[in-house]
């Protein structure tokens, strides 16, 4: 089993900056990639990034190309998710997940392990 944990949520202005961390215990080493999926009120879990554990292949939705940034540290066993020029459209739940094996990183049910949602809310 994989345990994560999120956090780093919070509301911020528009254009405003936060960064997300996930850490993950348990048996890491069975990781192969890592993301973040989020979920607005109202509207179905979308995809956001992902990180291939292995090589640091990155993968992100076109809403937050080149605004958001993922990365990890690999000692210790920690992904980020840096979010730029955040918009209100960004507001929403952010979920970390992790999967010993994806074929399509953008597609939910790939995922095996979920950390809790942490809260990001950007005002106009």
């Known amino acids: 089993q994989v345990q994560l944990v999120a956090s780093g949520g919070g509301l911020v202005k528009d254009g405003g900056s936060l960064r997300l961390s996930c850490a993950a215990t348990?048996?890491?080493?069975?990781?192969?990639?890592m993301g973040w999926f989020r979920q607005a009120p109202g509207r179905e879990r979308e995809f956001v990034a992902a990180?291939?554990?292995?090589?640091?292949?990155?993968f992100y939705s076109d809403s937050v190309k080149g605004r958001f940034t993922i990365s990890r540290d690999d000692a210790k066993n920690t992904q980020y998710l840096e979010m730029n020029s955040l918009k209100p459209e960004d507001t929403a739940v952010y979920s970390c997940?992790?999967?010993?094996?994806?074929?399509?990183?953008?597609?939910?049910?790939?995922?095996?392990?979920w950390g809790q949602g942490t809260q990001v809310t950007v005002s106009s």
């Open positions: 990180i291939r554990w292995s090589g640091g292949r990155t």
């Open positions: 997940a992790a999967a010993p094996y994806t074929v399509d990183e953008t597609i939910e049910n790939g995922y095996r392990y």
């Open positions: 348990g048996r890491t080493a069975e990781i192969y990639t």
